[in-house]
């Protein structure tokens, strides 16, 4: 049984560009929160996703942005990015709204780098 | 709102040593507690939660955690760490608001096992 899948694992860019990133759930899960982790600091929740819809949102600026596929799937977007966005971009998938205390499966994440 | 302080970012420890990682948290509801682990290059392994009930939870890994209401924390302890043990471990409050959940994460605790 596939756990998380997030893609690429390791990502450079420069300053100015846009990138996505993308997360497939573990199986029989329909819920996808996604983390933004800087060096030496704990994940910092970005958003989530239920039924292709954001449902909530984290102190994060508009220039990121996302979406949910009818397979759960889910991509992370991020515009105009700037060198404090180098970060690893973890994915977490959960069954539910409200019922994650039960089981958030975590991806490897995605090594971005912004240069 | 819900926050957590992980009150050592560094542990050092020898190999067969007992260790306690601390961590406090504040929430004016009732809450959900998680321990995860990070290996380097990888994401987020669950490795126990409080949900309800006994105050002594079990987990993987030979590690068990204690939540103390009164105190609000919820401390990490192994009785004998291992060199595998080395890691940086993330204590963590499921936050809901409108039904829905998510988690936020301490800074994190560096544990280095020494031979």
């Known amino acids: 049984d596939a756990g998380v899948t997030q893609s690429p694992t390791h990502l450079i860019k420069t300053r100015g560009q846009q990138v996505t990133l993308r997360c497939s759930p573990k199986?029989?899960?329909?819920?996808v929160s996604w983390y933004q982790q800087a060096l030496g600091q704990g994940p910092q929740f970005i958003f989530q996703?239920?039924?292709?819809?954001?449902?909530q949102r984290g102190n994060f600026p508009d220039r990121f942005s996302g979406h949910q596929f009818p397979n759960y799937s889910s991509e992370l977007n991020v515009n105009a990015l700037l060198l404090g966005d180098s970060a690893l971009y973890l994915c977490a998938s959960s069954s539910g709204l409200g019922t994650g205390n039960y089981g958030y499966t975590f991806g490897s994440g995605t090594r971005l780098t912004v240069v | 709102a819900q926050s957590v302080t992980q009150l050592d970012s560094q542990v050092p420890v020898f190999e067969e040593a007992p260790v306690e990682l601390r961590c406090n948290y504040s929430?004016?509801?009732?809450?959900?507690l998680f321990w995860y682990v990070q290996y380097p290059n990888q994401g987020l392994q669950l490795l126990l939660k409080?949900?309800?009930?006994?105050?002594l939870v079990k987990g993987i890994n030979g590690f068990e955690a204690e939540f103390n209401k009164s105190q609000t924390s919820f401390h990490l302890r192994k009785p004998s760490v291992h060199i595998s043990d080395t890691a940086e471990y993330f204590c963590a409050v499921s936050a809901i608001s409108g039904g829905y959940n998510k988690l936020i994460f301490g800074a994190g605790t560096r544990l280095a096992v020494h031979p």
């Open positions: 409080y949900l309800s009930g006994s105050t």
């Open positions: 929430s004016s509801v009732s809450v959900y």
């Open positions: 199986s029989g899960h329909d819920t």
């Open positions: 996703y239920y039924e292709e819809e954001e449902r």
